[in-house]
């Protein structure tokens, strides 16, 4: 088979990509190690920045996510026993973000794709790139006991943090910065109404705790645990508990517990790798790099990647210019760090740390406190929280 574009992983970055691709009439092929079923049965994040707004729409698969998705202009930080709101959309001059489940976008793609009728290979297995520093890449797997190869122009590895792409790049061409914090998030999600209007992040003396949505009858949960927690270990009731403990009364009161549907334990890791580039292999979103979820930062990164390489091979063909593409790490990668920056300040802000002196959650409180009494403070949060404009400091370059 030959195509333009190789597509390594078909989460959301992958079938972002081969969206926008097809928008520009460039052909792409998907690769996929699992089924469709089991991409779409991961529970992630559901919160949508603009810009990832924006390339919903422009890939022409928006119309149920501004449908159902709800526009949210502000978010609740619960520390010292009270709630502060930090009013997103009055401090970043009318810029909101959008509760839409990374599972319903999946889907809104995945079904987009199949329309249209674009290739997709699921369940391939022993996927292998090969000659990607060269101008004639390949991509290689096995399906149903049969060898295929696919030739292609460039190679995009959005196959997630373990996937083949970035660990086949050359060692010693890459660097990979990492810090894994010693929790990680029990999430539980249930069809209740969400506690507020509005989510809460939460810094409490027992651990963080996150409240969101999915929609007015979904809620999703999260609770800071210890690492060697099991999910097993943890009855829907003892989460319901928990949680109480760690909200203020009203929370409290307005809570309302139901039975889970899923609950799931992810551990948190800051993760990025340099460059992005190999050649004709390009890193797009977990592949290249890894958030801690405090900030809601991991699918809208992602989205920005696939959005200045799909930029980067349209000017390729249409221009015949590489520019783009050499310049593709460089521009990533600004991005990427003010994210990484972001969401690791907020993580160690709000959570407990194994260890931590008496005196750490006293500095959190205050610095907390301290935020939410200036003008400057809440506008550092609301900014980075609704996602940096995507030429930030482009000019002072
Ligand atoms: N061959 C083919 N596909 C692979 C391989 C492989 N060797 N290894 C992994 N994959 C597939 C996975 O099965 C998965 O479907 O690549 C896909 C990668 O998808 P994600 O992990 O969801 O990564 P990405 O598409 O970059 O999405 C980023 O996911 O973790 C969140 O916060 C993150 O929301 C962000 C989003
Ligand atoms: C979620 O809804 O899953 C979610 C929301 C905000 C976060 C992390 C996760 O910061």
Known sequence: MRTQVAIVGGGPSGLLLGQLLHKAGIDAVIVERVSGDYVLGRIRAGILEQVSIDLMDEAGVGARMHKEGLVHEGIEMLFGGERHR????????????????????TRDLMEARSAAGLPTVYEAQNVRVHEFDSTHPYVTYEKNGKS??????????????????????PRSAIKEYEKVYPFGWLGLLADTP??????????????FALCSQRSATRSRYYLQVPLTDKVEEWTDDAFWQELKLRLDDKGRRDLVTGPSIEKSIAPLRSFV???????????????GHIVPPTGAKGLNLAATDVKFLHDAIVEFYKDKSE??????????????????RFSWWFTQLMHR?????????????????????????LKTIAENYVGLPLDFGASKR
């Not at 930090?86 to 976008?105: A, H, I, R, S």
């Not at 460039?154 to 943090?161: H, Q, S, Y």
């Not at 989510?199 to 409490?204: A, G, Q, T």
């Not at 194994?354 to 003008?375: C, G, R, V, W």
């Open 273 to 287: 790798t340099e460059p992005l580039r190999f050649g004709r292999m390009f890193l797009a979103g977990d592949a």
């Open 323 to 340: 520019a783009g593409i050499d310049d593709y790490s460089r521009k990533c990668l600004g991005r990427i760090w003010r994210a990484e």
């Open 353 to 377: 740390f194994p260890h931590d002196e008496a005196i750490t959650s006293k500095f959190q409180n205050a610095e907390l406190d301290y935020l939410m009494n200036s003008e400057s403070g």
């Open 86 to 105: 930090v009013d997103l959309n009055k401090l970043t001059g009318g810029k909101n973000v959008m509760v839409y489940g990374q599972t319903e976008l």
């Open 148 to 169: 295929e190869r696919i030739d292609c122009d460039f190679i995009a590895g959005c196959d997630g943090f373990h996937g083949v792409c970035r660990a086949s790049a």
């Open 194 to 207: 969400p506690v507020n209007h509005e989510l809460i992040y939460v810094n409490s003396p027992r651990g």
